[in-house]
């Protein structure tokens, strides 16, 4: 038995369900990952039921272009919502790696270890001579920071950044501290 929606309000319910499905499936993956899986479980079951009612409202006519609309921008918003959500409770981490020459390197490592992040220096010989690589993980918020901070200091510094699979030890800023 459906519930009968006055036709004014369900774009707005169609909306607000679209986006909020975003939300609960990165929340549900996030809970799935860190190994919570009852509550993955009953995520999906409230994504499942919240997508079977959404799809059934703009299934049923199509040619409503108010609640058709409301799905699509509903969609684009919880994509939006669902990088927040992630942005904020998923602990993705990344391995900054900077190569750059001797002086802008330890430019680099001094401003960053100044922000609170561990920067590991390691001497290298490159195409062009002597290099140094500053290794750094740090969370995924984090990435552009660090990126940002090396290019103030030399700013056509080689730079390539991977997704840690595993971190034990060592120091990690915490994404928590405040900002400088």
Request: glycine share 8%.
């Amino acid at each position: 038995m459906m519930v009968d929606v006055p036709p004014t309000v369900l774009p707005f319910l169609i909306f607000a369900l679209r986006a909020l499905i975003n939300g609960v499936g990165t929340m549900r993956v996030i809970a799935m990952s860190s190994g919570r899986r009852s509550w993955g479980l009953s995520l999906a079951s409230l994504e499942s039921l919240m997508f079977a009612y959404t799809a059934g409202q703009v299934l049923t006519d199509l040619n409503n272009v108010a609640t058709l609309g409301a799905y699509v921008i509903g969609f684009a918003v919880g994509g939006y919502i669902a990088m927040a959500i992630e942005e904020k409770f998923a602990n993705v981490y990344d391995t900054v790696n900077i190569i750059s020459n001797p002086t802008a390197s330890a430019q680099i490592a001094e401003l960053l270890r100044k922000k609170g992040f561990g920067v590991t220096l390691t001497h290298g010989e490159g195409a062009r001579g002597e290099v140094y690589m500053l290794k750094i993980v740090v969370h995924h918020s984090e990435t552009q920071r660090v990126i940002k901070t090396a290019r103030n200091v030399q700013h056509n510094v080689f730079i390539t950044v991977e997704q840690a699979q595993m971190i034990a030890n060592g120091w990690i800023r915490s994404n928590r501290q405040e900002a400088s």
